[in-house]
């Protein structure tokens, strides 16, 4: 099973200012055939579903602000929200979806400062 | 619009089994593998497993093997996941979630408790 490590398990951060949060996978999980790493963000605020931020790594989903994005290759990854809103205040999860097990990091609680 | 809507949250004794619906809508259901995750109270997210409803092949975490079965019906395009030999670890919001690059899009989520 590929493991998912994220860093710091919590943080928090002044309203305007940047968020960046840490992601590492026990092996790649890019796939060589398309270039592609199979990485994806999620935001859980509380008491709803997940919501999906970003895919391949890097790529927004639709409707999601600018503020948040994506980076990162192979084994190491990052996703930073620019400038903090109120409304970021959640928990992040990052996921591999590579190979089964589709396994999940343990999650970053973003607060504001 | 494209959703997920899952059945009602359950209490189940020790050793019981629960099976939970996930009904799709506004796509077309046979085109995307559906996922089921779930979140115990206070805890992260845990990957169950994946069916592809257009063939209904399966695929589950280690973890739930022999316990879980997951299911669909194309004439109603819904997806059932059971579990069995229910215990009180087993206390958590299942969610199934639409499978394309990640999962982008998620249902509501159903309150299993398993509790004597």
């Known amino acids: 099973d590929i493991v998912m490590t994220q860093s710091p398990d919590s943080l928090a951060v002044s309203l305007g200012e940047r968020a960046t949060i840490n992601c590492k996978s026990s092996?790649?999980?890019?796939?060589?055939?398309?270039?592609?790493?199979?990485l994806a963000w999620y935001q859980q605020k509380p008491g709803q579903p997940p919501k999906l931020l970003i895919y391949?790594?890097?790529t927004r989903e639709s409707g999601v602000p600018d503020r948040f994005s994506g980076s990162g290759s192979g084994t190491d990854f990052t996703l930073t929200i620019s400038s903090l809103q109120a409304e970021d205040v959640a928990v992040y999860y990052c996921?591999?979806?590579?190979?089964?097990?589709?396994?999940f990091g343990p999650g970053t609680k973003v607060d504001i400062k | 619009q494209v959703q997920l809507v899952q059945s009602g949250a359950e209490v189940k004794k020790p050793g019981a089994s629960v099976k939970v619906s996930c009904k799709a809508s506004?796509?077309?259901?046979?085109?995307?593998?559906i996922h089921w995750v779930r979140q115990a109270p206070g805890q992260g997210l845990e990957w169950m497993g994946i069916i592809n409803p257009s063939d209904g092949t399966t695929s589950y975490a280690q973890k739930f093997q022999g316990r879980v079965t997951m299911t669909r019906d194309t004439s109603t395009s819904t997806v059932y996941m059971e579990l069995s030999s229910l215990r009180s670890e087993d206390t958590a919001v299942y969610y199934c979630?639409?499978?394309?690059?990640?999962?982008?899009?998620w249902g509501q989520g159903t309150t299993v408790t398993v509790s004597s």
């Open positions: 979630a639409r499978g394309f690059r990640g999962m982008d899009v």
């Open positions: 092996q790649s999980v890019l796939y060589s055939s398309n270039s592609k790493n199979y």
């Open positions: 506004g796509y077309t259901f046979t085109n995307y593998y």
């Open positions: 391949w790594a890097s």
């Open positions: 996921q591999q979806y590579y190979s089964p097990p589709r396994t």
